[in-house]
């Protein structure tokens, strides 16, 4: 059916099943009856806590103390480095592959006289290296990378570089916008300070959802450098997490971010293996086209995301137009300031072959029309 649309940017945001949706409803439903009355208080404290617990279990994490549930990945990120900080004449370690949400940061304090190391490199081993050459030159800050891109989906050896920032006392805060629900995340062994998540990518949980965990460390520092920040969460109830909430949270879209997290717990690995499947399909039906030009990168990549580079004579931007519009098919165009000049791809455990052919005859139909 042609006004179906063919979606392939779960990247960016997920389509919500059916019995997600239903549980925001019930949810919202049973609240409606309670409101905060002491039971409906209780019931609301009952619920944070158990969506809490069970993002602590997605991300491997010690225990819910250091979950907060917050709107989205970048409200997260936004709190992470306003507590973390850096001054004039420190250094700043990230990658060439962040997301615009932290490259407005990174521009921010560049102008304040900020020293921004924007790592680039096609190994893992190369990665690490030169991250351990700026460390050892000294005044580093603060290393903030994402787990996995969100432009070619290259997953980036967080573990190893959390070792290097734990040995050195080094801020360490890792963006898994991309990275949750769509690999096993475990935070014992990445040892960031704060790890940012999003609840409407690949946990496939309701718009409007996300967090962040924070390591103990973050309360030392947050004591040493008088940093304040008003939480609905009391000290009474605050060994249950919440620190960072910031006021209320709302009770349907918690119910909703809690069932994702059990989904995704319960089917990890059979959503793994279907997203490995069509990332092999889709690439082996394109690798013809003239639109792909391999990412240099020999590292890990993610299950989920596949990256097209284009000719600089074709935006990427009127392709997706072009592809929206003509076909009902839309992907993630990569659009200035951003770079590179491409297309991504990206697509849910449950993608239908359909929509793959679609997507397939509408590039190679796009590519005819260049020609």
Request: glycine letters at 10%.
């Amino acid at each position: 059916m042609r006004n179906r649309l063919a979606y392939f940017n779960y990247a960016g945001l997920a389509r919500v099943s059916k019995e997600i949706r239903a549980k925001v409803e019930e949810a919202n439903d049973e609240f409606d009856n309670l409101l905060f009355s002491e039971a409906g208080v209780e019931r609301y404290q009952a619920l944070l806590n158990d969506c809490r617990g069970a993002v602590a279990t997605m991300l491997g994490a010690p225990g819910a103390a250091g979950i907060s549930l917050l709107p989205n990945a970048t409200f997260g990120l936004n709190v992470a480095l306003s507590i973390i900080g850096v001054n004039e004449g420190e250094t700043v370690v990230t990658s060439d592959q962040e997301h615009p949400a932290l490259e407005t940061w990174l521009e921010s304090w560049e102008g304040r006289g900020v020293q921004v190391e924007r790592v680039s490199a096609d190994t893992e081993e190369d990665f690490v290296e030169k991250i351990d050459t700026l460390i050892r030159r000294g005044k580093v800050k603060l290393i903030v990378l994402s787990h996995v891109s969100y432009k070619d989906g290259r997953i980036l050896p967080v573990e190893r570089i959390g070792e290097l920032a734990t040995g050195s006392g080094i801020a360490f805060v890792v963006d898994g916008s991309q990275a949750v629900g769509q690999l096993k995340v475990d935070l014992s062994r990445i040892k960031p300070w704060i790890y940012v998540f999003s609840g409407h990518k690949w946990l496939f949980g309701p718009m409007g959802t996300g967090g962040l965990w924070a390591s103990a460390l973050i309360d030392g520092y947050l004591e040493k450098h008088s940093w304040t920040w008003a939480s609905w969460s009391t000290k009474s109830i605050r060994f249950n997490g919440g620190r960072f909430e910031g006021g209320t949270t709302n009770f349907g879209l918690a119910a909703g971010l809690l069932e994702a997290c059990r989904q995704a717990r319960r089917d990890q690995e059979e959503r793994c293996g279907a997203l490995e499947k069509w990332r092999w399909e889709i690439s082996r039906r394109l690798q013809s086209g003239a639109f792909h030009l391999p990412s240099k990168w020999k590292g890990q990549q993610a299950p989920g995301i596949l990256t097209y580079r284009l000719p600089e004579e074709r935006p990427s931007w009127e392709l997706a137009d072009s592809l929206f519009y003509r076909y009902r098919v839309t992907v993630k165009p990569f659009k200035p300031p951003e770079k590179p000049n491409a297309i991504r791809i990206s697509f849910a455990p449950w993608t239908e072959e359909e929509d793959v052919q679609r997507l397939v005859e509408a590039l190679r139909q796009e590519i005819k029309a260049q020609d």
